[in-house]
T-cell receptor, first 113, second 113 residues
Framework: NAGVMQNPRHLVRRRGQEARLRCSPM?????VYWYRQLPEEGLKFMVY????????ESGMPKERFSAEFPKEGPSILRIQQVVRGDSAAYFC???????????FGQGTRLTVV | GESVGLHLPTLSVQEGDNSIINCAYS??????FIWYKQESGKGPQFIID?????DKRQGQRVTVLLNKTVKHLSLQIAATQPGDSAVYFC????????????FGAGTILRVKS
């Protein structure tokens, strides 16, 4: 059973471009969470999704950021018109229904130049 | 509001000694606590968890202690090894439906050979 898969591992974007981060949860996991980690800091919750539903997006910036978890395919975190402050590591975690423990992917390191 | 914080940002221990990493939390409604280990360039790796109705839980070489009276959590690592060198995060989950986690800033554990 493969773990949580994130791609790309590293992403470089120029200011103003769009960034798309993908996350494939573990098999059988229908809950997906996105977290952001700035250097030397802990992870900050962004959004919690289930298939085709956003359950909690209280940690998502109101503008430029969006997330989806379609019925088929990976979860996508999309950042429009990126700015330097968006540079961070973005981690995805997944868990099965009814279970608390979440498993994290290796993260996508976004660098905005 | 919720907050989880760590007392010591960096801990250096000699190989073979025991390590103790501390964490304070502020949300008395917290139901679930997790310790994660994060190695450089990787995602957080689950170490051990504990529910609020427990005060101690043991794993392989690790023990988590929970003191609800003072809202304090600790991770004890027995016979620390070089492979234990990493950043350790405590995280606070409210359990139940979904798994939004609040992470502390992290403690760097350095093991000296």
């Amino acid at each position: 059973n493969a773990g949580v898969m994130q791609n790309p591992r590293h992403l470089v974007r120029r200011r103003g471009q769009e960034a798309r981060l993908r996350c494939s949860p573990m098999k059988g996991h229908s809950h997906v969470y996105w977290y952001r980690q700035l250097p030397e800091e802990g992870l900050k919750f962004m959004v919690y999704l289930q298939k085709e539903n956003i359950i909690d997006e209280s940690g998502m910036p109101k503008e430029r950021f969006s997330a989806e978890f379609p019925k088929e395919g990976p979860s996508i975190l999309r950042i429009q018109q990126v700015v330097r402050g968006d540079s961070a590591a973005y981690f995805c975690a997944s868990s099965p229904p009814g279970q608390i423990e979440a498993f994290f992917g290796q993260g996508t390191r976004l660098t905005v130049v | 509001g919720e907050s989880v914080g760590l007392h010591l940002p960096t801990l250096s221990v000699q190989e073979g000694d025991n390590s103790i990493i501390n964490c304070a939390y502020s949300n008395s409604a917290s139901d679930y606590f997790i310790w994660y280990k994060q190695e450089s360039g990787k995602g957080p790796q689950f170490i051990i968890d504990i529910r609020s109705n427990m005060d101690k839980r043991q794993g392989q070489r690790v023990t988590v202690l929970l003191n609800k009276t003072v809202k304090h959590l600790s991770l004890q690592i027995a016979a620390t090894q070089p492979g234990d060198s990493a950043v350790y995060f405590c995280a606070d989950g409210l359990g139940g439906y979904g798994n939004k986690l609040v992470f502390g800033a992290g403690t760097i554990l350095r093991v000296k050979s």
